[in-house]
């Protein structure tokens, strides 16, 4: 594949130039205005975006353009992560590898703005996981959590995977293989090896796609099954 040539990091991040870079092919019309949007890459009558950060900014943007227009929304996930500090001068000081490993199910993290919008016939979902690094440099008036280190930027060190989500089907084979039919958020938690947090996200969003059904309750808990 050859990289179209006018593809520029002006004002972008550069985990986005370079997720632009990687996923587009010759012919792509690169940040054309569509009923008075930018989009990132135009291919044929596709809008393909490629959103690095939350959805919820999405939300209104791609509920005006599913209407006229076929959307592909390209989302990383990073599977492995290095952390590097800059010292003042924007030099390396450290390299370290992050014991956070992310995974498709992530996705679901960010699918809590607009779960509806999965089911929509024009928009199909796109997660490509990747590996990365972290930029982190020293604000000691900033990040307290993190002891002053602010994250300054995030770039792509290759692409590993692609998943696809074109369906609540296709969202709802993200759930684990040995999930029993009917399940808690407690034991899909269990099963995902994960906090409950994102067993919630899990459910809410599969349930408003039509995927789960709530079929009972196991004392506080909502019991959900597969549809």
Known sequence: MTTPPNIGMLREKPLHA?????????GDRVEQPVDGFVIDLVRGDVLIEIQTRGFSSMKR????????????????????????????????ISRRKSPKRGSAVDIFGELVSFPQLVA???????????????????????????????????????VVDRVMVDS???????LPNDLPMEFTTTGLAAALGRNRRLAQQMTYCLHLVGALEKVGKAGNAIVYSRT
């Open 18 to 26: 370079s997720l632009k870079r990687w996923y587009a092919e010759d």
């Open 120 to 158: 929509h016939t024009n928009l199909t979902l796109e997660v490509l996981l990747t590996h990365e690094e972290e930029v982190r440099r020293f604000d000691p008036t900033k990040a307290w959590r993190r002891k002053g280190w602010v994250v300054e930027e995030r770039r792509l060190l290759e």
């Open 168 to 174: 609540p089907d296709a969202l709802a084979s993200l």
């Open 61 to 92: 943007k791609l509920a005006l353009l599913l209407d006229d227009h076929t959307v592909h929304l390209v989302h990383p996930i990073a599977v492995e992560k290095w952390i590097v500090k800059l010292d003042e001068a924007g030099e390396p």
